[in-house]
């Protein structure tokens, strides 16, 4: 609850100091502390020291599984403001705002990592949504930035309309909101339809195919620096609220509506990793293989059991550490094209061997966050014992993503080039660093976050 | 010694060591100390997994050898190592690769050699993680990271189409592992009391339509590791595009590590649904020796040509393991080391002349027994054994190995047998063509072969452990005979 | 047939006639005409419903304001004269026919399940009233009363952002 | 009334709006069109929320049954405003750059 | 006595370390020492061991457990009995003769090489001595490949020239053809006997019935892998080419000691082939073959050596004859006496061509009987032992062996009348093409001709006195003799006597039999003698001959059955299912992903639109699965 308030609270904060501080580079250090404050409470609630109680009329349910995602999400918030401070002065002069906007969608985050009812789910996303559409435009000069602010906003409003026709219709169905309503073993058909319009809805927000079409350009067109945040923290929010949504409402019918997790998981993986391959900017490539990732979280969905669930969790952190990671190196250079990490490990050893770690990561190798994130999605499909083909599917794709994240490694290491590279300080450095230690450590212990679960 | 006070396991020791020595590698930026540092290191790896065999006693030094605390309590996972004499072969093979390789290729100037020394340390600790590991899960891991430093060095250091060849290499066994990781979640999920030890795998119960799919799963991932037909066309082009140092690691401990884990991994835990398939591997391994054979006699790259006939030889030993049989599988005990020693031989050999004479195809070579005494005899030696050759130590192991297949099937043997036959035919050819005959005056350093102390001491050394375990092979075969016990008493269910 | 009847009957015609003129209509301008239209209807729908306070706000809300703004942008970029044609001919057609399958598949689904026999309150009801809706509005939904003024915040923020003549832009 | 006609009304207004979405060129239009669907789903709201009320009344006539149904169209109603106002911004934003309000006039980002 | 045995081959292992190890190090003199007395000493320790035999008390000697494993216990074990004491003294023997011989031989070699030539000879020594005192058959197996590395490294020995490196490889390669036979019947005794070692092999053989499956299959293999090693139809045709080693080596290894192993082998397993009458029908079949076939190519032959070399063949063929009808004792006496005089033979060849300065074709030779006089009476000798001419030694074995053949099989018998007509005739072309007639040589090599050094001719002499001598171990009773040999292995073939019906032939019958052998000899040797001494053929044979000078065009044929159909297939494999088939179907599965990518790619069409309509189709296809599919 704290962390609901006080995101909205420090979003407001960003918008005045953005009145009285004309330091731009102010912002940043007042956007981390404002972040800091944020786990602060968010452990505090956590480990039931402090928390803002009063009655919420069952709106909101607070769980340990929505503190640990919220604090997934701030840690990644933050190393997200450390690495990429200096790219948000140089995308327009309102940095303050965009920090501030940054804020919002993190409210958004919460309340989506505790919503307990359809009108909540629905605030949430689109407060999550909102600043999104207005991010992706922030370039304002630039068409592409136009564009992808476009296009997000009329398919975002799009889907809001379907997944509110899907909620109407669970509301016909159960004459409430509350997300346990919905939750019978059989599937009456009005249930059936809103499940559906809900689940093309939060398809479209988590990009799985074939709801994804906007996800590419839009992560294209956009300022790389928020591209970075969309493609992590709103995606993996967007997940939480997938699996939470389908998990309170459709659990008990489960068997129901498998299939269709199905059939979008196998369709996500295939475009996501297929199309990715002959990417030749790193950017796009990193926006097709976010939709590939997707895919493999959708299993979670998909499996809905508890491996599925830890499995999300690991892979919220993992992935959303290794591409806010890979973003600040990729930010780092001038030209965005794969051709242009040539010959990186020569001239930026360090920088290089960042990356790698984080593509491994994304990869799935072993002592790495991302292998763990995919074992425990894959053992929770398996468990679930229904389409085992899908799995096979899902593995033979990673072996695919191989194929274009090693083609960055086999750049920057096999290749000779001379990138051009902006200057990066010490702190970007260490953060970087501490990223790459963290994928490390979660790679080898992830029971410190399935653990924190059922603390 | 009293099991209270052991403060760290063979295994661990076998493992940390060099992975720790191989970290601190990386930080060595003057090339010459990395260098030293790393031959250092090998040595007392060495001298470790020497030591370890006066500790064999299992009753007494329990706990010498045996290791496993809780990684993953959560999901059933310790990091559990065993010891045992499989384990103790292959690690003990680990351990004698690298000083080789080191001496071996100590003339050679690799460029950031820290690195490259670095990385071949890792890939020890790797090899040696996997030689050891009780848990699925940890075998895994380190099924997958000892493959990570092999391609970083292959396309690192490799010849001018590594990148392609180490990347089909790296893509074609990470798609077979994923397999196996599907594999292995799907037997976890069966077993027991949901862990990942090797026993509670033996007594996962699966069932037999998903078994025989499971099954392959396994196998697949194990096969393109191996690599036998039809698996294995990633191998002649890593072999080829690989740095000569790297080659000797992957064909003479990396491949080991497929059929290890046939023999620790499947095999036991799907004995039924080996037995159903038995047949179909078998065969599918013997048309893989002719094929390699027929194939290395038309090769005109040395690496190549090697590559194929270890193919030839891998499809053996896979044939003598699912012919299940203990004569059979003490074969590929012994032939496991001894392939190993010799086809690094084989390539310090090739290593030598590459450097020499600036060239590896056979047609470009010729007469150099007139200008390398020395080098024709190493080699001369390590081909002979490679045929198998009574009294060298290969001939032990398929001496052992097709009297097994013998007795699964008179027929497969004959034509299994035929390899000998194919064997001798490519072995003279190179032989004739690269060192008999009038010497090719075009060559590079025709006359003036360079032989580092190092390949001289390399060879010898392989030289004598080539005829020693070709001579009195009983220590060896004791070594392994726990191993084999315990996989028989579980096929025979006991 | 009661003058509820008719009254439904003749809203449903009004509403769904002006939505397919808002589509169908060449100039932007009467295509927002023809939608205040509808928002009309379906206030009507609202009073016949007893929900009288939805019904204002809707009309406020929407046909007021946001309809303003829209006629307003339109005005601003004088599209009044029908500018763009339909897009092209096989598209458009596909649109109506994956729309209608879309309707279809919705009512064949529904069209004899019990549910839809159950009646509906019409014209009286007092859950409608806006002392009701504030009562329950200010006491059990005060949370996303106050999420959705963030999201005005947030909105707000945006648009000005967006909205606004960049300095350097002018320079 | 039943709810099945309210029902197939709302379907039909959704469909039609969908329909606009799909055929029309001009954002804004398309944008409009949007805001119908909204209406629809309002509209469904409202009388699902009175047929509950109904039953609710039936069995006891103080319920208030129903009434959470109009408070999700309010809120709908301000998130759809909230919207707008952001839309309009980024369509006004595309019209000074491009001035043009045609949906396919923007596409750099493809393939 | 059992402490002496491992020392037998003991010294030749010794003797190859010394010499291959500090080749560059040792003079000439040096090695020759070493060399030929290791040889020495392991004769004489033979001698004190054949005594020992003699006295009755044959041992065998385990020194460690080779191979242990299970069921399987192979102990690495010697064997000395009646069998390999005799085979002890005649590798042992002869062998020191030619290491001497070599000594002067190949004096022309610089140091490191002819350490290397005796390097390898000790090494064969060891090797052959390991095959004939091994205990099992798998000691047996490691001697038997062991000469066959021996006999590559030899005959390959001068490795600058191709054809000569050609020769040992094809050598090697058929020699495993053979052993790929011995394998399998190694491997089908293990499973049926349980066991390799001789002893127990035999005596559970014993007990089964006649010709058997398995023995029937185990012999036949044995017998593949004797034809591979002893040069007998079909994989004879290396033995001809291996004459391009050293003279003194074709002498000891493909005429004296290696060729017989295959005697050995089966003389060994005697039990094995009693019990198999079918497999003996094939020996004999093919060893009467095999001669015959040889006999015909030799008369037409005009290099010195390969003359020499087909006689060789021929003269195995009669002895696997005389295995197949079941005369072991005669085959073995005639593996000793042929011994002695192929390699008198041999190294006389060897003196012709050392004073010829490696000339080889007969063609140009001729009245050698002035210039090399001892070479000449000691090949004389040589000549008329091996056609058979009483009293000297090949007379008798020969004639043990086709007696046999008669009281099988007449057609057998006359058959090997006409080869040993045959051999009279070649050999006497020989010897009077050579050193009859008047020299036909270049001048300056005539100006050169001069006899042998005595470490040459010494060995000629020896080896012409035993020879002569030899016969008279194996006088048989019809001569008033009282056959000491046989009754000498007596013990080695009791079994194999006990089981075949003792069939006697009346001495009437012998006698004829001798004359009419001994007779055509002698009339072939006057008319070849008389006919060559005058004007040797040395023009192109033409027609027939033609035929025989190429041997059949026997090589061409394997070339083209066998060798280039192998050869195209391989590249078949390599060219086509290799790079197009399989790693074809790899790259293809990268080459596909590659186009769907670019193909997937398309569907991202920019247009906002399309995306829309796509996701309605999408979510309608969802509906219609959810709602109606399930």
């Known amino acids: ?455 | 010694m009293d099991p209270k006070d052991v403060l760290i396991t063979f295994p661990e020791l076998l493992l940390w060591f060099p992975l720790i020595s191989g970290l601190i590698a990386f930080t060595l930026k003057n090339g010459n100390s990395a260098k030293n540092w790393a031959v250092t290191s090998s040595f007392i790896s060495l001298a470790i997994a020497v030591t370890s065999l006066f500790f064999m006693d299992s009753g007494k030094y329990f706990n010498l050898n045996n290791v496993s605390y809780y990684w993953m309590p959560s999901i059933g996972s310790s990091f559990a190592l065993k010891y045992d004499g499989m384990a103790r072969l292959l690690v003990m093979l680990n351990a004698v690769a690298f000083p080789l390789v080191f001496l071996s290729t100590y003339k050679q100037n690799y460029k950031n050699p820290n690195s490259f020394y670095g990385l071949m340390l890792l890939t020890q600790a790797g090899l040696a993680g996997v030689f050891c590991a009780m848990d699925a899960l940890v075998f895994y891991f380190f099924w997958e990271l000892a493959l990570i430093p092999v391609y970083f060095l292959s396309s690192i250091w490799g010849g001018e189409r590594r990148i392609q060849a180490t990347f089909k290499f790296f893509v074609y066994t990470f798609a077979g592992s994923l397999l196996l990781l599907v594999g292995i979640i799907y037997v976890y999920l069966r077993t027991p009391e949901q862990s990942f030890s090797l026993n509670a795998f033996m007594q996962a119960s699966i069932p037999a339509v998903q078994g025989k799919f499971i099954f392959w799963l396994f196998f697949i991932a194990f096969a393109i590791k191996m690599p036998i037909f039809p698996f294995h066309t990633w191998q002649p082009d890593a072999y080829e595009q690989s740095p000569t140092g790297v080659t000797m690691i992957l064909s003479g401990v990396m491949v080991k590590m497929g059929i290890y884990a046939v023999i620790r991994w499947l095999i036991p835990v799907f004995p039924a649904q080996t037995a159903a398939f038995a047949d179909l591997i078998i065969w599918l391994s013997v048309i893989g020796m002719l094929y390699a054979s027929f194939l290395a006699w038309q090769q005109n790259d040395l690496k190549r040509l090697i590559a194929y006939s270890s193919i030839a030889h891998i499809g053996l030993m896979c044939a003598a393991i699912f012919a299940r049989n203990e004569s059979g599988l003490d074969g590929v005990m012994v032939q496991m080391f001894n392939h190993g020693v010799n086809v690094i031989a084989l390539w310090i050999v090739v290593e030598l002349i590459e450097r020499n004479y600036g060239t590896r195809k056979i047609s470009e070579l010729g007469g150099l027994a007139a200008t390398a005494p020395t080098l024709t005899v190493f080699l001369v030696v390590a081909a002979l054994a490679n045929i198998a050759l009574p009294l060298t130590n290969a001939f032990i192991g398929e001496f052992l190995m097709f009297n097994g297949l013998f007795e699964y099937g008179k027929a497969v043997t004959a034509i299994a047998l035929v390899s000998i036959i194919l064997a001798a035919v490519y072995t003279l050819n190179m032989i004739q063509k690269v060192f008999y005959g009038e010497a090719n005056m075009s060559l590079a350093g025709v006359g003036a072969p360079v032989l580092g102390k190092g390949a001289i001491t390399a060879l010898a050394v392989i030289v004598v452990i080539i005829f020693a375990a070709g001579v009195y092979p009983r220590p060896m075969l004791e070594l392994t005979q726990d191993s084999v016990n315990l996989f028989f008493n579980k096929l025979k269910g006991l | 047939m009661s003058i509820t009847h008719l009254l439904f009957w003749f809203l449903t015609v009004l509403a769904l006639g002006s939505a397919l003129m808002v589509i169908f209509s060449k100039n932007p301008v009467h295509s927002i005409l023809w939608l205040i239209g509808t928002f009309f209807a379906i206030s009507g729908h609202y009073i016949l419903l007893n929900a009288q306070f939805l019904a204002i706000v809707n009309i406020i809300v929407y046909a007021g304001a946001i309809m303003v703004l829209f006629l307003f942008v339109v005005m601003l970029m004088n599209l009044n004269t029908s500018a763009i044609p339909v897009k092209n001919k096989w598209l458009g057609f596909a649109g109506v026919i994956s729309g209608g399958c879309l309707l279809l598949v919705l009512t064949a689904a529904l069209k004899d399940t019990a549910v839809m026999r159950n009646d509906v309150q019409m014209n009286t009801g007092d859950i409608g009233l806006i002392h009701n809706l504030g009562m329950v509005l200010f006491k059990d939904y005060v949370l996303p009363f106050e999420v959705s003024s963030v999201l005005f915040l947030s909105a707000m923020v945006g648009a000005m952002i967006i909205g606004k003549k960049d300095t350097n832009e002018t320079s | 009334m039943t709810i099945q006609h309210y029902i197939f009304l709302a379907v039909a207004l959704f469909s039609i709006g969908v329909i606009g979405v799909l055929t029309r060129r001009n954002i804004i239009i398309i944008f409009m069109c949007i805001e119908l669907m909204l209406n629809a789903v309002n509209l469904l709201l409202v009388a699902f929320s009175k047929m509950h009320s109904l039953a609710a009344t039936a069995a006891d006539a103080a319920s208030k049954a129903g009434t959470e149904g109009q408070i999700f169209v309010f809120f709908i109603m301000v998130v759809a405003a909230a919207e707008v106002s952001v839309g309009l911004a980024i369509i006004v934003m595309m019209y000074r750059n491009t001035h043009s309000v045609d949906v396919n006039f923007l596409n750099r980002l493809k393939h | 006595m059992s402490n002496l045995v491992y020392l037998v081959p003991l010294f030749p292992l010794i003797g190859f370390l010394i010499n291959g190890l500090a080749r560059n190090s040792l003079s000439k003199g040096m090695t020759s020492v070493i060399g030929s007395g290791v040889i020495l000493a392991s004769f004489v320790v033979s001698i004190l061991l054949f005594l020992q035999v003699k006295e009755g008390n044959a041992v065998t000697v385990t020194l460690f457990d080779f191979i242990n494993t299970g069921k399987l216990s192979i102990p690495f074990s010697f064997q000395v009995d009646q069998l390999s004491s005799i085979f002890l003294l005649v590798i042992t023997g002869v062998g020191f003769l030619i290491h001497l011989y070599s000594t002067a031989y190949m004096h022309e070699e610089s140091n490191a090489h002819f350490a290397r030539y005796f390097a390898y000879l000790n090494l064969f020594v060891f090797s052959m001595l390991l095959l004939v005192m091994g205990g099992n058959y798998l000691i047996m197996f490691i001697g038997w490949e062991g000469v066959g590395l021996c006999s590559y490294l030899l005959i390959g020995y001068w490795f600058k020239n191709n054809d000569y490196s050609n020769a040992a490889k094809k050598a090697f390669i058929m020699n495993r053809i053979g052993d790929f036979g011995f394998l399998l019947a190694l491997f089908w005794m293990i499973q049926h006997f349980g066991s390799l070692t001789f002893g127990e092999v035999f005596a559970r053989a014993d007990g089964m019935n006649m010709n058997d499956t398995v023995l029937v299959g185990i012999t036949l293999l044995l017998f593949l892998g004797a034809t591979g090693k002893s040069a007998q139809i079909p994989l004879y045709t290396w033995l001809p080419d291996a004459m391009a080693g050293p003279t003194p080596v074709s002498a000891l290894i493909h005429a004296a000691t290696m060729v017989t192993a295959g005697i050995y082998m089966i003389a060994r397993s005697n039990i094995l082939y009693t019990l198999a009458p079918v497999t003996q029908g094939v020996v004999a079949v093919i060893g009467l073959a095999t001669a015959i076939l040889a006999a015909t190519i030799a008369l037409k032959q005009n290099d010195i050596k390969k003359v020499l070399a087909y006689s060789t063949v021929s003269q195995l063929g009669y002895m696997f004859l005389g295995l197949g009808v079941g005369a072991y004792t005669g085959a073995v006496f005639h593996v000793m006496t042929h011994a002695f005089f192929k390699a008198l033979l041999f190294l006389g060849a060897g003196s012709v061509i050392h004073a010829m300065h490696h000339e080889q074709d007969i063609r140009n030779m001729g009245g050698l009987k002035k210039h090399l006089p001892v070479t000449h009476w000691t090949f004389l000798i040589g000549c008329i032992a091996i056609a058979g001419i009483p009293p000297l030694s090949g007379f008798f074995s020969k004639d043990e062996i086709l007696a046999a053949a008669f009281s099988a099989n007449v057609v057998y018998w006359v058959i090997g009348v006409l080869g040993a007509v045959m051999t009279a005739f070649y050999m006497f072309r020989l010897y009077a093409t050579t050193f009859l007639g008047k020299f036909r040589g270049t001048h300056e090599q005539e100006h050169h001709l001069h006899e042998s050094p005595a470490a040459m001719t010494w060995p000629l002499i020896i080896l012409a006195v035993l020879s002569v001598v030899a016969g008279f171990v194996g006088i048989p009773a019809v001569l008033g003799g009282s056959h000491e040999l046989q009754q000498f292995l007596a013990p080695v073939f009791a079994g194999s006597v006990k089981l075949q019906e003792a069939h006697h032939l009346d001495h009437a019958t012998e006698y004829i039999l001798m004359g009419a052998s001994v007779g055509a000899a002698a009339l072939a040797i006057l008319y070849a003698v008389s006919r060559f001494s005058k004007k040797p053929d040395l023009e192109e044979a033409s027609g027939f001959g033609k035929l025989l000078q190429n041997k059949w065009y026997v090589d061409e044929l394997y070339d083209a059955v066998i060798v280039k159909p192998l050869r195209g297939m391989s590249a078949f494999l390599n060219n086509v299912v290799e790079k197009l088939g399989i790693d074809g179907a790899v790259n293809g599965v990268g080459k596909l992903v590659h186009y769907g990518a670019r193909q997937l790619r398309l569907l991202q069409s920019g247009q906002v639109g399309i995306y829309l309509l796509m996701m309605v189709i999408a979510a309608f296809v969802l509906f219609i699965i959810q709602l109606f599919v399930k």
């Open chain 1, 1 to 455: 609850m704290a962390a609901i308030i006080l995101a909205a609270i420090w979003g407001v904060v960003m918008m005045f100091s953005g009145l009285y501080i004309k330091n731009k580079a102010m912002a940043k250090y007042i956007a981390v502390t404002g972040i800091l404050v944020l786990l602060l409470v968010n452990a505090l609630e956590y480990y039931n020291i402090w928390r803002i109680d009063f009655d919420v009329r069952g709106l909101q349910k607070f769980t340990a599984f929505g503190t640990v995602f919220n604090t997934i999400a701030f840690g990644a918030t933050l190393l997200y403001f450390l690495l990429n401070g200096k790219e948000f002065e140089e995308v327009g002069k309102d940095v303050f705002d965009y920090y501030a906007l940054i804020f919002f969608s993190l409210c958004g985050v919460t309340l989506v990592s505790s919503f307990n009812s359809l009108l909540m789910l629905f605030l949430g996303i689109e407060l999550i949504s909102i600043p999104m559409y207005i991010l992706a435009g922030s370039d304002k000069r630039n068409l592409k930035s136009n564009e992808a602010s476009l296009k997000y906003f009329l398919m975002g409003a799009f889907s809001t309309g379907i997944m509110l026709m899907g909620i109407a219709f669970l509301y016909g169905a159960t004459g409430s909101f509350y997300v346990g309503a919905p939750n019978t073993p059989g599937m009456e058909p009005m249930v059936a339809i809103g499940m559906v319009f809900l689940l093309i809805a939060i398809a479209f927000k988590v990009s799985a195919a074939p709801f994804h079409f906007w996800t590419p350009d839009v992560y294209d067109g956009t300022p790389t620096v928020f591209t970075s945040y969309m493609a992590t923290v709103v995606k993996v929010a967007s997940f939480i609220g997938f699996l939470k949504l389908f998990d309170g409402a459709f659990g008990k019918s489960h068997g129901e509506w498998q299939l269709l997790v199905a059939i979008l998981t196998a369709a996500t993986l295939f475009i996501g990793n297929i199309t990715a391959v002959f990417q030749q900017s790193v950017k796009r490539m990193l926006a097709y293989s976010s939709i590939a990732q997707a895919g493999f979280m959708l299993l979670s969905v998909f499996s809905l059991n508890t491996f599925g669930r830890e499995g999300l969790i690991i892979y919220a952190a993992a992935y959303s550490i290794a591409s806010i990671g890979s973003f600040a190196v990729l930010i780092k250079l001038k030209d965005h094209s794969i051709e242009g990490f040539n010959g990186l490990a020569k001239s930026h050893p360090f920088l290089a061997l960042m990356n790698v770690v984080f593509l491994l990561s994304l990869t799935g190798i072993p002592a790495t966050a991302g292998f763990f994130a995919k074992y425990y999605v894959l053992m929770g499909a398996i468990k679930s014992g229904q389409h085992l083909w899908l799995v096979i599917f899902a593995v033979l794709m990673a072996a695919v993503s191989a194929y274009y994240y090693f083609r960055v490694i086999q750049a920057m290491y096999f290749k000779e080039g001379t990138p051009e590279v902006k200057p990066v300080s010490g702190a970007y450095k260490t953060t970087l660093w501490v990223a790459a230690v963290l994928i490390i450590l979660i790679g080898l212990f992830p029971s410190v976050l399935t653990k924190a679960l059922y603390a």
